[in-house]
C-alpha cells in the first residue's frame, strides 16, 4: 500500500513540473516588451525580413520613426521588426540587440548606431553574411552601410543656431544640453550649433556644454546646473527630444520661464506645448516618419539588388508659435 502511495506522489509531482515548463515555455515565446518587437516574422512568411535596431524606444520621436517603417513595410510588402534600448545612453544592450537581430539571419538591417565605433565589428560580420545594413538617424564610422537615411544635422543645427543668435539680439552667453558625445548626431548638432555660432556671432560666448543622454531627468540636473554656474545666461540649446524637455523643465523648476531663451530640436508634445506656451521660443524638427520609411524603401531595394543612395536627406524645418500650425510643419512634428 505505502508503495502504491509513494508510486502516486511521484507520478503527481512529475505531472505538476510538466505543467510548470509547459507555461514558463508558453511566457518565454511571442513575447514583446516595452522596447519594441523582438520577435523575427514567423518561418513560414515568405516575405523578405527587414530587422531594425534604433537607439531608443521611449521618445516619441522614435515612435514616429516606426509609424514610418511600419507604412512603408506594409507599402513594399516586407516584415520588419523594430526595437531599441530602453535608455540612448545603453550601448551594450544596443550592441545585444544588434547581435540578436543578425542571429534571426534577416534579408537586411536598419541600424541608428548610439555609438559611432563600438557596433563596426558585428557590422562586418553582416557583410560578411551579406546582409545590407540601412543606417538611419545617425551613422557609423564604417563604409559597410549602403546608405544612410537622416537629417543634415550640422546644417539643422546651424539653424537653431542662427536662431539663437537672432532672439538673443547676437550678444550674450548660451549653452548646450547634448544628447551624448558618441553618436554621429550628437557630434554633428554640437558641432554645428556651436562651429555656427564660434563663426558668425563674435559677441555670443559659448559659457558650457554637458552632455545628459538624451535623458530628460539628467538633462534637468544639468540645464538647472549651468544656470546656477552662470546666472546671466540668455539661452540654452537642447539637442534632442529629451534634452530639449530636459531645459523646459529646468527653466520652469527655477523660474527663469523668459529670462532664458530655449532653442531644441525634435519635436513631441512637450516641446510643442511649451513653445505654444512660450517657456521655448522655438525648435528644428527632423522628419521622423520620413526617416522610418526610407530606411526600409532603401532596405528593399538593397535586397533586390538596387543600387541605393548613399546619403538620403529626409530633410529639417524650423518651427515657433508662428508657423507650428501650418500645412508643412504639422506633417514633420509628432505627439
Not at 507555461?23 to 525580413?49: F, I, L, M, N, R
Not at 557609423?140 to 546651424?158: G, M, Q, R
Not at 555660432?197 to 560666448?205: F, V
Not at 559659448?206 to 538624451?214: E, N
Request: net charge negative; with cysteine.
Amino acid at each position: 500500500m505505502k508503495r502504491r502511495y509513494w508510486l502516486m506522489g511521484i507520478m503527481l509531482l512529475l505531472g505538476l513540473l510538466l505543467v510548470a515548463c509547459s507555461e514558463e515555455e508558453s511566457d518565454s515565446s511571442g513575447s514583446a516588451d516595452s522596447q519594441g518587437s523582438t520577435d523575427a516574422p514567423a518561418e513560414s512568411s515568405d516575405k523578405p525580413y527587414v530587422a531594425i535596431v534604433s537607439k531608443g524606444f521611449q521618445h516619441q520621436f522614435w515612435q514616429a520613426v516606426k509609424e514610418g517603417a511600419e507604412q512603408a513595410a506594409e507599402e513594399f510588402d516586407v516584415d520588419i521588426t523594430f526595437e531599441g534600448p530602453e535608455s540612448e545612453s545603453q550601448v551594450d544592450k544596443q550592441i545585444e540587440m544588434l547581435q540578436a537581430a543578425l542571429d534571426k539571419k534577416p534579408d537586411a538591417i536598419g541600424f541608428a548606431a548610439l555609438d559611432s565605433q563600438a557596433s563596426v565589428g558585428l557590422l562586418e560580420t553582416a557583410k560578411s553574411q551579406d546582409i545590407p545594413i540601412i543606417a538611419f538617424d545617425s551613422g557609423v564610422d564604417s563604409d559597410i552601410p549602403l546608405a544612410t537615411a537622416s537629417t543634415d544635422n550640422e546644417a539643422a543645427a546651424a539653424l537653431a543656431a542662427d536662431k539663437m543668435a537672432e532672439l538673443i539680439g547676437e550678444e550674450g552667453k548660451v549653452a548646450l544640453v547634448v544628447h551624448d558625445q558618441t553618436s554621429i548626431t550628437g557630434i554633428s548638432r554640437r558641432d554645428g550649433f556651436v562651429n555656427q555660432i564660434e563663426e558668425r556671432y563674435p559677441n555670443i560666448e559659448i559659457v558650457d556644454i554637458q552632455y545628459g543622454g538624451g535623458d530628460h531627468l539628467k538633462s534637468t540636473d544639468l540645464a538647472k546646473a549651468i544656470m546656477q554656474a552662470h546666472p546671466d545666461l540668455k539661452g540654452i540649446f537642447g539637442s534632442n527630444e529629451g534634452s530639449a524637455i530636459g531645459v523646459i523643465n529646468a527653466v520652469q523648476e527655477m523660474n527663469k520661464v523668459g529670462e532664458i531663451t530655449l532653442v531644441g530640436f525634435d519635436s513631441g508634445k512637450q516641446q510643442i506645448d511649451a513653445i505654444k506656451n512660450e517657456v521655448m521660443a522655438g525648435a528644428v524638427t527632423q522628419n521622423p516618419m520620413g526617416i522610418g520609411y526610407e530606411t526600409v524603401k532603401a532596405a528593399v531595394a538593397a535586397i533586390n539588388g538596387e543600387t541605393v543612395e548613399k546619403q538620403i536627406d529626409t530633410g529639417f524645418y524650423w518651427y515657433d508659435k508662428e508657423n507650428i500650425e501650418s500645412e508643412e510643419i504639422q506633417s514633420a512634428i509628432y505627439e
